[in-house]
């Protein structure tokens, strides 16, 4: 074992057809290793590590193109041109695919090479696949939704050859028609089981297979139009999902709420292990010191960092909200007010935000914000979900009205945990399904601030609605909604076109 996972580590083939930047695992495994039982669960465990690895990429691509981001910080601003939509031929993000190639070889030579490795309880090894084909459909589902067409391969690589690395863009019809049927063989995999790979939320299961399927649905149904058809598949996936509940926002977020009942599958990072990226939307300690939050109350002991100790953020402030998402929030009725600190240089107290405020200087992510150690030191060991209850029961609520129907009940369900107290002055009522498809997208909005969702939000609406809301982004930039690739990657590769819409020199 240690001899094979040594030689894994220790060889990358850097690839210039396609950019597949694949490792030839099963070609260069020694002898038997696909033999054991013992092998299938290393492996298994070894795949979710390397899901985890592009949690930040699923983040970025979901969120930061959309109108959620680009508001004042104290430091350098990160992904500034991403932010703007400033994309074209020699303007590329996420290239070489992302990588995702990498990750889909070690899920392809999972799907390949175990099921012919005997087990004493088949249905062991029946579980630990379906979670391999669950993932594999959610990342080909989010290269569909971030390039359209991109090369389908289901086959690990075998041998170093240039030639047959050599593949087409798969139009987008074809690639969610594999993610489709990778979604049925889950679900047929796990078959009566509703339960949690070892009892945790941080593993792939049935549940995250239905809410991918419900997402998945909602997407074809609208953005590749499979109309109602589709609309009521994602309404059926998501109904069934069942286990799981809202949970109070003072026990869903931080590192002691990790195993509450909303979350259907989350990353999972841990001390010596692995952290996660959302320092990058708090602070420096250094910066921070003197500034004081909306209450008036300095940062060194701010009642809405939740501290009990004399301690204020560490990391850096490379993100914060626009002017329109802090306004959005600004309901002190609204418990997910707080999903930002507002940082002001006075302590007279800011009870709304307003536009050109010069005292206003940033504002801080909350919902990831870490843990205090006993070091004095705040450190981010949050796992972060990919899909959560509230997620199920708002793209729940979109199948309904897409549908022609009602989705006042789940839309009730979010409000009524947000709004506590004040929830019947607050109550949806539904309206036009025009309408109604707004208030979803407003209330997904303030739900999901950070957790990569908003963008693809705005783009499966359909309507033109992701260009009245982005600003930074035209109607007649409509190819824009599908990133281009590297002209390294053309010119190395001859079967690939760059996407349609980008100009080639």
């Known amino acids: 074992m240690k001899r094979y996972i040594t030689l894994i580590l220790s060889l990358t083939i850097l690839l210039s057809s396609c950019n597949l930047d694949l490792v030839s695992e099963s070609e260069l495994t020694y002898n038997g290793y696909w033999k054991t039982e013992e092998a299938v669960q290393a492996a298994h465990t070894g795949l979710a590590d390397r899901y985890r690895a592009y949690a930040n990429t699923l983040f970025k691509m979901g969120e930061m193109r959309s109108d959620i981001w680009g508001g004042q910080v104290l430091e350098g601003p990160w992904d500034v041109e991403l932010i703007r939509n400033n994309i074209s031929n020699t303007q590329v993000f996420f290239g ?23 087990f004493k309880d088949e249905g062991k090894k029946n579980q630990m696949l379906a979670q391999t084909y669950g993932i594999r459909a959610q990342v080909y589902y989010t290269m569909l939704r971030a390039w359209g067409d991109v090369p389908i391969t289901l086959e690990p690589l075998k041998e170093v050859n240039l030639i047959l690395l ?87 977020w931080g590192e002691d709420n990790e195993d509450n009942n909303e979350f259907i599958f989350a990353f999972d990072y841990k001390q010596d292990e692995a952290s996660n990226f959302y320092s990058a939307f708090t602070g420096r300690v250094v910066d921070l010191t003197s500034y004081y939050d909306e209450k008036g109350e300095t940062l060194k002991s701010s009642s809405l960092l939740g501290n009990d100790i004399n301690v204020v953020l560490s990391g850096g402030s490379r993100y914060s909200p626009s002017p329109k998402v802090l306004k959005l929030l600004d ?51 949050n796992n972060i979900p990919l899909y959560r209850y509230a997620d199920v029961l708002l793209m729940l609520a979109e199948a309904k009205n897409n549908l022609g129907e009602d989705p006042s009940d789940e839309m009730n369900q979010v409000r009524r945990r947000a709004y506590g107290d004040h929830f019947e002055e607050n109550k949806f009522v539904s309206g036009t399904q025009a309408e109604n498809r707004i208030s979803i997208l407003q209330e997904r909005l303030k739900e999901f601030i950070g957790e990569g969702k908003r963008w693809w939000d705005l783009v499966r609406a359909g309507d033109g609605i992701v260009y009245q809301e982005v600003t930074s982004l035209s109607a007649n930039e409509s190819y824009k909604l599908y990133y281009s690739i590297s002209e390294s990657m053309i010119a190395n590769d001859s ?7 980008y100009t080639t020199n």
């Not at 949690?196 to 792939?204: C, D, V």
């Not at 007279?348 to 070091?375: E, M, N, Q």
């Not at 079967?495 to 819409?501: D, I, R, S, V």
């Open 96 to 118: 070489n695919w992302s990588g995702f190639y990498g990750l889909i070889h070690y899920l392809n030579d999972f799907i390949v090479n175990a099921p012919s490795v005997p």
């Open 166 to 252: 050599k593949k087409q863009r798969s139009p987008k019809e074809e690639v969610m028609k594999q993610v489709k049927s990778d979604i049925e063989e889950s679900l047929k995999l796990f078959g009566e089981t509703n339960t949690k790979w070892l009892g945790k939320n941080i593993y792939w299961s049935k549940a995250a297979t239905l809410a991918l399927k419900g997402d998945v649905y909602l997407w074809s149904g609208k953005v590749l139009g499979g109309g109602n058809e589709d609309f009521i598949e994602a309404k059926k996936a998501l109904e069934s999902i069942t286990g799981y509940e809202l949970v109070p926002y003072e026990n869903l």
């Open 495 to 501: 079967e690939l076109k760059q996407t349609e819409g």
């Open 331 to 381: 309901d002190p009725n609204d418990k997910r007010k707080d999903t930002f600190i507002r940082v002001y240089d006075d302590a007279a107290g800011h009870s709304t935000y307003v536009d050109d405020d010069p005292h206003y200087k940033t504002s801080v992510l909350k919902k990831f914000l870490g843990k205090i150690y006993a070091d004095g030191q705040r450190k981010n060991f």
